[in-house]
Antibody
Framework: EVQLVESGGGLAQPGGSLRLSCAAS????????MDWVRQAPGKGLEWVGR??????????EYAASVKGRFTISRDDSKNSLYLQMNSLESEDTAVYYC???????????WGQGTMVTVSS | DIQMTQSPSILSASVGDRVTITCRAS??????LAWYQQKPGKAPKLLIY???SLESGVPSRFSGSGSGTEFTLTISSLQPDDFASYYC?????????FGGGTKVEIK
């Protein structure tokens, strides 16, 4: 079964850090672009960033709202995607989803999401 | 950035109704548009890609059309399972952007 499972969410203080993980199974992880998308409580979807695949040198793209604070990485040997979140702000409070994608292609597989709450 | 504007934001409809949701892009995105369905507490689900291609396993009552800056998602006969929120997303350029969403509720 094709599956993505996020973990690592929780409560963090403003200015703090958190690392999210996304474990993939059921498909060749290394072939695919992988993204993070978030959704603040009661709000719409916001793209966070992307890691391209090995064939595209694992290059990254980020939303302006997180650039310089968040870092996406991946370990193809572990079929895992990561999101290192630093300098967290209350506006980063959201459910974070990982998604499988491709160049000019949408997110065809989504994880169940992990909740991140930034509060003192 | 490409802005995606969906309308309406809320749509009240009955089972069996034909429903149309519109998505407008602030600049041409050719056919690089996707539609998703999201139910409360769940992850979004891909319905349509490349503006009009039906994702595998999605019922044929869902269809998409449009190109350039104007797109529509149509549900030909609304079913009880279709009451949910719907989002469009442009896949043409970074940052990838979503429409604000349309909630389809029971009339």
């Amino acid at each position: 079964e094709v599956q993505l499972v996020e973990s690592g969410g929780g409560l963090a203080q403003p200015g703090g850090s958190l690392r999210l993980s996304c474990a993939a199974s059921g498909f060749t992880f290394s072939d695919h672009y992988m993204d993070w998308v978030r959704q603040a409580p009661g709000k719409g979807l916001e793209w966070v960033g992307r890691s391209r695949n090995k064939a595209n040198s694992y290059t990254k793209e980020y939303a302006a709202s997180v650039k310089g604070r968040f870092t996406i990485s991946r370990d193809d040997s572990k079929n895992s995607l990561y999101l290192q979140m630093n300098s967290l702000e209350s506006e980063d409070t959201a459910v974070y989803y990982c998604g499988r994608s491709g160049s000019s292609f949408p997110f065809d597989i989504w994880g169940q999401g992990t909740m991140v709450t930034v509060s003192s | 950035d490409i802005q995606m504007t969906q309308s309406p934001s809320i749509l009240s409809a009955s089972v069996g109704d034909r429903v149309t949701i519109t998505c407008r892009a602030s600049q041409s995105i050719s056919s690089w548009l996707a539609w998703y369905q999201q139910k409360p507490g769940k992850a979004p689900k891909l319905l349509i890609y490349k503006a009009s291609s039906l994702e595998s396993g999605v019922p044929s009552r869902f269809s998409g059309s449009g190109s350039g800056t104007e797109f529509t998602l149509t549900i030909s006969s609304l079913q009880p399972d279709d009451f949910a929120s719907y989002y469009c997303q442009q896949c043409k350029s970074y940052p990838l952007t979503f429409g604000g969403g349309t909630k389809v509720e029971i009339k």
